[in-house]
């Protein structure tokens, strides 16, 4: 028996590839921090945990394909507090992010078509594009530049034919990228001017740092049926787990196709959408607090690699990701080796490669991404670790 080609395509996520050897040094004793997945150590707010605990009904059943009105009206609320109007159709729950990426690709592509995505980007991006049959095509960005865009001419270059849509992070996963609203501009002029989707994984929005404010592709003048926005509330109330997210457009056409989509998985998870519907109750301050939190952690992250000699990293200005490129040849191996072979006190800590984030080949190869997603007690030891561990075994290479 033969498995399909698409099976065979798809890539295994290099965020959670290397984790048997982090449960393989769990197994000798070592704690293991994880610096590797942005899995926030926040804890998710106490109304959302009581809309599960007081869930009464006697049947969980099946809800609407597009979500429950009571969270769309929710997230039409929320969205207007950000200045973007909407109505209720303009929005579908989806399972997480995840399935609004991937819906997005599905009702904008046909199979072959192309999505031009800066890169590095969410690896995951891959996965969903073998599924929908479809090509990324990365535009590189470099560490050096803090990962800013290239110019238009660069950008129209990578445009063919089979081109249908230019596909963004914005604050950005891997980076801690936050496009400014000059650069935004630039990107809907050109979907304008090509007639391409602009798709926004924006599930950071709240997450920026230095004044800064994340510009919604919602908000750009003439792409209003070009615009197409992908959101979750994993990391803005630390819900990972409860897998719930959006679609939001305001082309009815393309929501019309979406919702088809929406049917055959039949519905997205009830209970979870009442827990994210709690969200509306949280005091106005709550997303500052996190806010400022993560704001802290990425100070001292950051203060901490600009000790290390030959390190290259420009301060990122959102999300809760840092990509340092390290004066070693190959960050996965040094990853491993910190696992197997490197602890301090039975601790050592896993990173995440950063090659898997990049489409072009042999990119990547000597940059890590950071998720500074501990407390900083657990911060300030990982950071040790990782600063101590990189002299050894670049000691170790040298004297190879």
């Not at 993560?294 to 990509?323: D, H, S, T």
């Amino acid at each position: 028996m033969v498995i399909s080609q698409r099976a065979i395509e798809v890539q295994a996520s290099p965020i959670r590839k290397l984790m048997p050897y982090a449960n393989d040094a769990k197994k000798k004793g070592i704690k293991v921090y994880h610096l590797n997945i942005g899995q926030p150590d926040i804890e998710t707010p106490q109304v959302m945990i009581d809309a599960y605990r007081n869930f009464d009904d006697k049947i969980v059943a099946y809800g609407p394909s597009q979500g429950l009105d009571e969270y769309r009206q929710v997230l039409v609320k929320y969205f207007g507090k950000l200045g973007i109007p909407l109505k209720i159709d303009d929005i579908l729950v989806t399972v997480a992010g995840s399935e609004a990426c991937i819906f997005a690709m599905f009702a904008t592509c046909n199979h072959g078509d192309e999505i031009i995505v800066p890169e590095p980007f969410y690896t995951n991006y891959n996965g969903f594009a073998t599924m929908a049959g479809v090509n990324l095509v990365p535009l590189t960005t470099y560490a050096e530049t803090g990962f800013e865009l290239p110019e238009r001419e660069i950008i129209e270059a990578h445009i063919t034919n089979k081109t249908k849509a230019i596909m963004i992070c914005n604050p950005g996963n891997p980076t801690g990228t936050v496009y400014t609203r000059k650069e935004l501009e630039m990107l809907g002029d050109i979907a304008i001017k090509n007639k391409l989707f602009l798709i926004a994984d924006e599930v950071y929005r709240e997450f920026v740092y230095e004044g800064m404010r994340s510009i919604s592709v919602l908000e750009l003048k003439g792409c209003e049926q070009l615009a197409i926005v992908c959101d979750s509330i994993s990391k803005r109330y630390s819900a990972c787990g409860a897998r719930v997210g959006c679609i939001v457009s305001r082309n009815q056409e393309l929501m019309g196709a979406v919702l088809k989509f929406a049917q055959a998985r039949l519905c997205p998870p009830t209970i979870d959408q009442l827990a994210a519907a709690a969200s509306e109750y949280l005091p106005e301050n709550y997303l500052t607090d996190v806010m400022n939190e993560y704001n802290k952690r990425r100070n001292f992250v950051y203060e901490e690699l600009k000790k290390i000699n030959g390190i290259v990293c420009v301060k990122p200005k959102g999300a809760f990701y840092i990509i340092a490129k390290l004066p070693i040849e190959d960050a996965e191996d040094f990853t491993i080796w910190l696992l197997n072979n490197y602890n301090v006190n039975n601790e050592t800590i896993m990173l995440s490669p950063a090659e898997g984030f990049y489409a072009t080949a042999g990119l990547g190869k000597s940059e890590v991404r950071i998720a500074y997603i501990l407390n900083e007690e657990d911060l300030k030891k990982a950071m040790a670790i990782f600063v101590s561990g990189l002299e050894e075994y670049r000691q170790l290479k040298k004297n190879q």
